[in-house]
């Protein structure tokens, strides 16, 4: 009713040769809403692509020039590590002057967003009710980090100067690890490691950039797309019952390959013989190795317990493929007997072993 009533005044305006000033303050007001309504959208897409140093360039100047990038980065990843977003729901738009308790600052032209963030994690799905702070500079909308001194102070001294080497931005120590032995592995290569965006749990359907993942359909896949590794939260706990925790780590592990394999450019849907990449049986017998490799530098830091390597084994030999299944099967992994060589190959030989240099 307001839009259509400032349209109709709009329009009287025109034929009287001018513009009322209430019609015209609500207009700017109105374009001013959508504007933010798409800043907003657009700070919740990039959280949800991990494409947090380009979420850190929509800051308000003000904000970049006191808060790190190596701060905002480092606190999106631990934030998003194990969590999927479904959906943003702005619930309400209140314009008018804010201070940012950070530096004392004071801004007119001020617009505070209360949305609901429904995202999914450790298989389940949570509401979450927040207020993202946003000013306007020039014709653009930037976010603000951090509503008080001590939250920034506290995740400054948490993120800046960290050896990436020894701190890992993924919150399960399990996870962590692994990705630690990756970090270290490519620092001693001399190359650069991205890591995976995220280790997301699922007990529903849930979007992926892969596309919709279905509990029964993929237990635990890597997405190469969105660079996420998933997981349905009662696999994880049926294999952990039944073979050991270590099983369970072995899988992640399995997965992590594949997304080094990615990183490598290693796999392709063809057969190696026109395109030089790995085949789908070689690309999965080749993360079953890199999983031993990783459970062999596991063992020498003294990380491992007693059985954990027999879970493991247990494990490929169980996952094997079911008799005459073809090498040429799209979902080919290899037989158990396969599966339980290349992981007892990668543990020890390393990653040289597995056929794969960095």
């Not at 005044?9 to 513009?19: D, E, N, R, S, T």
């Not at 990705?179 to 529903?204: M, N, T």
């Not at 990783?294 to 493991?312: F, H, K, T, V």
Request: with cysteine; charged share 25%.
């Amino acid at each position: 009713m307001r839009r259509a009533l400032a349209l109709t005044l709009l329009l009287i305006a025109l034929v009287a040769g001018g513009v009322p000033v209430g019609v015209g303050a609500a207009l700017a007001r109105d374009a001013d809403e959508a504007a933010v309504e798409r800043a907003t959208y657009k700070v919740f897409r990039l959280q949800l692509k991990g494409l947090f140093d380009v979420l850190y360039d929509r800051l308000h100047p003000d904000a970049r020039a006191v808060v790190a990038e190596d701060v905002v980065v480092g606190w999106h990843r631990i934030e998003f590590a194990n969590k999927r977003t479904n959906d943003l729901i702005i619930d309400d738009i209140d314009f008018g002057e804010w201070t940012w308790e950070v530096t004392g600052e004071t801004y007119a032209d001020a617009a505070a967003v209360a949305y609901t963030h429904v995202y999914w994690t450790d298989g389940a799905t949570v509401e979450e009710e927040g207020v993202l702070r946003l000013v306007k500079h020039g014709k653009e909308w930037g976010w603000f980090f951090g509503e008080t001194k001590e939250f920034l102070d506290e995740q400054t001294a948490r993120f800046t100067d960290i050896d990436p080497l020894t701190v890992s931005p993924f919150a399960n120590q399990l996870d962590a690890d692994i990705d630690l032995f990756w970090a270290r592995a490519f620092d001693a290569a001399g190359r650069d490691y991205p890591r995976p965006e995220g280790i997301v749990g699922f007990d529903g359907p849930i979007a992926t950039d892969c596309g919709t993942a279905y509990p029964g359909d993929a237990p635990a896949f890597y997405c190469p797309f969105d660079e996420t590794i998933y997981y349905e939260i009662g696999f994880r706990d049926e294999i952990t019952a039944d073979m050991g925790d270590f099983s369970w780590v072995s899988i992640v592990a399995h997965e992590w390959g594949h997304h080094v394999q990615d990183t490598l450019k290693l796999r392709a849907l063809q057969r190696s013989a026109k395109t030089g990449a790995l085949t789908v049986k070689e690309s999965e017998l080749q993360a079953d190795c890199l999983a031993g490799a990783y459970s062999q530098d596991a063992e020498i830091r003294g990380w491992l317990d007693p059985g954990d390597l027999d879970e493991a084994n247990s494990l490929f030999e169980y996952a094997g493929d079911p008799p005459g299944t073809s090498a040429d099967d799209m979902g080919a992994h290899g037989n158990g007997k396969e599966r339980r060589r290349a992981f007892t190959k990668g543990y020890g030989g390393g990653i040289a072993a597995c056929d794969l240099e960095l």
